[in-house]
């Protein structure tokens, strides 16, 4: 099971593209965290579970690191302290302190049978994310004595490292000739009282796949189009006809770049499209907000159109006169720029991670993977999807004290003819 | 498992009421739910109760520094002496304060307060005569003692030494400053200095310790 780790004390490594970001907007109101959870059908052992990630975290190299401050940009260095897992004890997707996790800059947690991993945005997005929480998995079961295969499925230590597993695949597809401007409308913003600050509620739905994926073929559409079209109506129910009919209702839905720019990269690798629709088209009905949701998809999911936009963040951070900016000038501008326009353009997340393949003879054990994301102080409401096992989980995080989302959400689903199951982490 | 008739779902919980809607919620199956996350108690208040402490030192130092100050000007006799109390009061905030409140790594604490005594001393000596006893005499010593307490921490507490490695050059570097003013008359003093900031790490570590601080 021992191999030569291909890293060493002397590893470092830039921070990727999209992690450059994630330092600078950083506060206790904008975690960047986001919490994958694995849901066993029975009860963590946490001395296993501490060995499985004792032996996990060799596999990822790009994951046993701390980060630290150069001159001109922050980079990650291999962290020589071990990852420690700790019982569930505060709210979901809180900032994670590295000075009170032995510098690392994810957390192992449990409770009850679940096992959570929480990850800061820095290091991983939720497809690289997932395979490190895969990994944990397997070899808690391992360590249990469950007879499970990898199936290649599960990257193992037996599977060398391989060197595009942390390379920054943002450079790899950089094309300077093709770039565009991103410059697009404001969106609504949601908004409530808000919870006591360190509070944040999580909604989950369940579904079955098999219903949620025929509901879509009847539609004739993809879930993501359906999801995010329900989402948008969801919006305008909730916002109960107070919305300025010019305001537009803009989803942001998060892309796995390695669907379509072929990747093994287990750091950050994901871009996003904003799909919207006006209140005053409200009362044309759900199947014109589909149509219009599925043009916008359509169009923005080419493969151009997706590289144009990614292509200015590697053009910034390969910009000469950007690069010799001292860090701390550096941090303050983006922070200013992140102020003003960062989280205007849409008005809510809804990241679709997926089906998390597991091979068969884990899933005996295993009833469902959970994945949640933090907030922001003008973004108080996301929303994300995972599937495992046969169903499909969706989680609502929300600092707000109205429900009216996540009810409207759901029971727009139910009135679909979907069997919704609710659980909460409130009650 | 219960059920909300409002939102038309089913809901595991055993809380009565639903989590979309606040309705009552019908049982359905009498079975107790497992507990779906844990009881989270209020974040503990530790850190208020020295900011408090901290606030009436905070007062009582401002207070001290406008007192002497007007004190000073009242009953002029010739000499600034308020502005060694006043920056005595800073200092105090610097050495005390600053590792009390924790947080700060070592490097950046050592060198603040390091630049903090050296200004300080400087302004003693500037109201008091003027006679360069703090250039001459102390900072050389105080570079040495920085670079003696990092090597010590080093070593003593076995805390990594890529990260006190570019402070320790940086007392390397400072050190020769004093070394080219009074040409070589300090000599037998700094070099001990700067040979131990440069040996006891390879060139090739710093080397590569360069690299990553520097990248662009």
């Not at chain 1, 009170?100 to 994810?106: C, G, K, Q, S, V």
């Not at chain 2, 049982?27 to 844990?38: F, G, I, K, M």
């Not at chain 2, 001990?192 to 690299?211: H, Q, T």
């Amino acid at each position: 099971m021992y191999m030569e780790t291909v890293h060493n004390e002397d590893t470092w490594y830039k921070l990727d593209t999209a992690a450059k970001l994630y330092p600078a907007i950083l506060s206790p109101k904008q975690a960047s965290v986001f919490r994958l959870s694995c849901i066993l059908k029975e009860p963590v052992d946490p001395e296993i579970l501490q060995t499985a990630l004792t032996v996990t975290i060799r596999r990822y190299p790009s994951f046993n690191v701390r980060l630290k401050r150069g001159i001109f940009w922050f980079y990650f260095e291999m962290n020589e302290k071990l990852p420690v897992v700790r019982p569930e004890s505060v709210y979901p997707c809180q900032l994670i302190d590295p000075k009170e996790n032995n510098d690392f800059l994810f957390q192992v947690s449990w409770f009850e049978s679940r096992i959570n991993l929480e990850i800061f945005h820095g290091i991983a997005d939720g497809s690289g994310g997932i395979e490190f929480l895969k990994t944990l998995v397997y070899y808690y079961l391992l360590l249990q004595g469950k007879n499970i295969q990898t199936l290649g499925m599960i990257l193992t230590l037996e599977t060398k490292v391989d060197p595009e597993e942390t390379e920054n695949s943002f450079h790899r597809y950089y094309d300077p000739l093709f770039q565009t401007s991103r410059a697009e409308e404001k969106a609504y913003h949601f908004s409530g009282s808000a919870l006591p600050q360190h509070q944040l509620r999580l909604i989950h739905g369940l579904i079955p796949v098999e219903e949620l994926l025929n509901k879509a073929r009847a539609y004739q559409t993809t879930v993501t189009e359906y999801l995010t079209a329900v989402l948008i109506k969801a919006f305008f129910i909730a916002d109960g006809g107070k919305g300025d009919p010019d305001e537009i209702v803009k989803i942001s839905v998060p892309i796995n770049l390695r669907k379509l720019f072929p990747s093994k990269t287990v750091r950050n690798f994901s871009f996003y499209v904003n799909v919207g629709e006006r209140f005053k088209n409200k009362q044309n009905g759900f199947d014109s907000l589909l149509s219009t949701v599925r043009e916008q998809m359509k169009d923005q999911m080419q493969k151009d159109k997706i590289s144009s936009r990614m292509n200015p963040n590697v053009s910034l951070e390969k910009n000469a006169a950007i690069q010799v900016v001292p860090l701390d000038i550096k941090q303050a501008l983006i922070k200013q720029v992140h102020r003003i326009i960062g989280d205007d353009l849409f008005t809510c997340s809804l990241s679709n991670l997926g089906v998390v393949s597991i091979p068969e003879t884990m899933s005996s054990y295993i009833s469902r993977f959970d994945f949640s994301l933090s907030i922001s102080e003008r973004i108080p409401l996301n929303c994300s999807v995972c599937s495992s096992n046969g169903i499909v989980s969706f989680t609502f995080s929300s600092s707000l004290k109205e429900t009216s989302v996540e009810q409207a959400f759901f029971r727009l689903l139910a009135a679909d003819q979907l069997p919704v199951t609710i659980e909460s982490n409130q009650g | 498992m219960k059920k909300c008739r409002q939102c038309n779902v089913w809901v595991n919980t055993n809380a009565d009421f639903c989590p979309l809607c606040n309705e009552m919620l019908v049982v359905v199956d009498e079975r107790e739910s497992a507990p779906l996350y844990p009881v989270i108690s209020e974040p503990k208040k530790e850190g208020r109760k020295l900011n408090f402490l901290a606030k009436i030192f905070l007062f009582v130092s401002i207070l001290a520094s406008i007192t002497s100050l007007v004190v000073n000007i009242a009953v002029w006799n010739g000499v600034f002496w308020s502005l060694p109390v006043i920056g005595g009061i800073i200092i105090a905030w610097l050495l005390v304060g600053l590792p009390l409140m924790g947080g700060l790594n070592l490097n950046y604490m050592l060198i603040s307060q390091m630049a903090g005594v050296q200004l300080y001393l400087i302004l003693i000596d500037a109201v008091f005569g003027a006679k360069g006893w703090a250039v001459t005499y102390v900072n050389p010593f105080l570079y040495i003692a920085v670079a003696i307490t990092i090597s010590l921490f080093v070593i003593l507490y076995r805390v990594e030494w890529r990260d006190y490695l570019i402070t320790l050059v940086l007392m390397a570097v400072i050190g020769i400053c004093p070394l080219l003013n009074i040409l070589f008359q300090w000599a037998n003093v700094l070099w001990p200095n700067m040979v131990f900031g440069l040996l006891v790490f390879s060139p090739d570590k710093l080397k590569k310790e360069i690299r990553k601080r520097l990248h662009l």
